[in-house]
């Protein structure tokens, strides 16, 4: 088994950060996790049995069955005072880490960001469609009030996520007073707003003709009301004062194609909201980091720049 340390020196771009967690897609997971919750989680429902890791096939790597929703930590040996917590994809019914959430925390780590990240409650597994919700809020909390322990600098703690992870990292930054939980302690007096936000692939509508997702079945069931696929649309939850955000989506996605970020950064710019947008010709669905072969592959160096140059009030 590698080593951690090695691993940090010896990997130098996204490339082979990505080949080292298919090669072992749990090789690289970091012993130090964080629970979310003292003793039970909020919220009705749940999983009887241990978690499970997906075996051949699309959830290869995939983590489902949850009951303990944690942080994984991510330290650069040379923090540049940002953090990020990354939310994988897998339609609220598994969390894609083999080539979603894994790969990205070790090539942000590799550039220096304290990166967590989330393992949270799936409906699928049986837990109320608050869950994730509950889970990411309170991770956020935490993060923002554990920062200084970290070395992060208290306005530049962002979230990313991927595909129904982009849809709980969007609703995370765009709703972050909604109260999903009654507050515990002290974590909870500190706010969930992320300082910035990056969406890839994410589900963003659960209205027509954009309601095919799993996303949306899990959430909200097959016949739900108009008023419930606004509730949970991220386009709809838009607001003048959301964190800046930038999207990511591929012309030729069929499960989350382009018209769901075009959808929502319209509602951002309408807002107000500093938001940037990219379209890549080619790369389907959940392409993780993408491969050098790809433009797409362009996407975390493009996501670099545009953190490094930001300015934040």
Not at 21 to 31: D, E, R
Request: aromatic fraction near 10%; charge should be neutral.
């Amino acid at each position: 088994m590698l080593a951690r340390r090695s691993f940090l020196r010896g990997a130098t771009s996204a490339a082979s950060a990505l080949a080292l967690v298919q090669a072992h897609p749990l090789v690289a997971c970091p012993c130090e996790e964080i629970l979310l919750w003292p003793g039970k989680p909020p919220g009705t429902g749940g999983p009887t049995g241990p978690e499970k890791i997906g075996g051949p096939g699309k959830g290869y790597g995939a983590v489902s069955n949850i009951s303990t929703p944690r942080l994984r930590v991510y330290r650069p040996n040379l923090s540049n005072g940002r953090a990020v917590m990354v939310c994988g994809g897998g339609g609220y019914y598994r969390i894609q880490l083999w080539k979603e959430s894994t790969p990205a925390a070790q090539w942000l780590q590799l550039r220096g960001y304290t990166v967590f990240e989330l393992i949270y409650r799936l409906p699928n597994d049986g837990w109320e469609p608050a869950a994730p919700f509950m889970d990411a809020q309170r991770a956020m909390k935490i993060i923002r009030s554990r920062a200084a322990g970290f070395g992060i600098e208290s306005d530049r703690i962002g979230v990313m996520g991927m595909s129904a992870g982009g849809h709980l990292a969007g609703y995370t930054a765009l709703r972050p007073d909604h109260a999903f939980y009654a507050g515990r302690d002290t974590y909870d007096e500190a706010s969930a707003r992320p300082d910035f936000a990056a969406l890839l692939f994410p589900v963003v509508s659960l209205r027509k003709p954009l309601d095919t997702t799993r996303t949306r079945r899990e959430l909200i069931g097959t016949n739900p009301t108009r008023a419930q696929e606004d509730a949970w649309s991220l386009d709809t939850q838009a607001h003048t004062g959301a964190p800046p955000m930038i999207l990511f989506s591929s012309a030729d996605d069929p499960i989350a194609p382009p018209a769901h970020n075009i959808a929502l950064f319209e509602a951002l710019r309408a807002n107000d909201v500093p938001a940037e947008l990219h379209i890549f010709e080619s790369g389907g669905h959940g392409w993780g980091l993408g491969t050098s072969a790809e433009i797409l592959g362009q996407w975390p160096e493009i996501f670099d720049a545009w953190i490094s140059r930001r300015t934040f009030a």
